[in-house]
């Protein structure tokens, strides 16, 4: 049992707001026209009739917690993994539900929603930059779960608790998970030089946070490799001027000089 401490949140939005999940599946066809989204949530719909039918034989919120956790992880055999496999496919919600193994994000995903399905308060936890679940059973107390290996840790806060020592995590809801996911997806899609596939994530990015300097100069880069020079140049250049004070800077700088100085070569 360990004694932890959240960042505060407000949520008041996000309960009225479309499942992370489904957002993460409807977005696969904006880097993949062949995939198959039906055909995932015919997968999810069965894991959701399951866990009706756990929550059907399990009033007590602990003693559900447990049966969902072991059928998730003993029955389903959802796992994390040390195959070679990309990670962008590790990462792809859509993969993971069908293949059972996958990155942290992604598992934390998919049980985070089954969780909720239980009516449980579960959400994604950041802490020191690891994916985790938390459940709330109260204000006090509550689990905290690694998505790769089901370990789960009972925690219950002291009624005088006030450990200014105790680092924060950072609890993670609706839409700010699917951020979070789309930019896990950009990275992984520019780690394989899928840029076209790490393109379509920035500009879904982009949507939801509108012109922001990082996500542009990420897209600048990404034009960049997709021959776009002019395009790219302009993305750079407002990230140069929002950020001037970026350790990157420089860098950024050099890379529109070349750009420019390929504009020029071409005319």
Known sequence: MTD?????HDTST???????LLRCIWAEPHWDAQADTSHTLCLLAELEQ???DICHQNDDKHKCVDALLDTFY??????????KVPEHLLNNVCYVLKMRSGTS??????????????KLTASLAINQGDVLVHIALSDEEGYIIDPSSGHQSWYVIP??????EQEPMELVFGEEAFKLYLAQQKWSFIAAEKFG???SCVEMLMELLGDDPYERRDRGYLLNQLNCPKMAKDDLQFFVDECPDDPTIELIQN???ELADHNNILH
């Open 74 to 83: 003993t029955q389903w055999l959802f796992s994390g993994t040390d195959q």
């Open 159 to 164: 009624e005088n608790g006030d450990d200014k």
């Open 197 to 199: 596939h790490a393109l």
């Open 105 to 118: 994000m992604a598992l934390a995903l998919i049980l985070v929603h089954l969780l909720e399905r239980a």
């Open 255 to 257: 890379q529109i000089a």
């Open 50 to 52: 399951a866990v009706d």
């Open 14 to 20: 996000d309960h009225f707001s479309t499942p992370a």
């Open 4 to 8: 932890i401490w959240f960042d505060e």
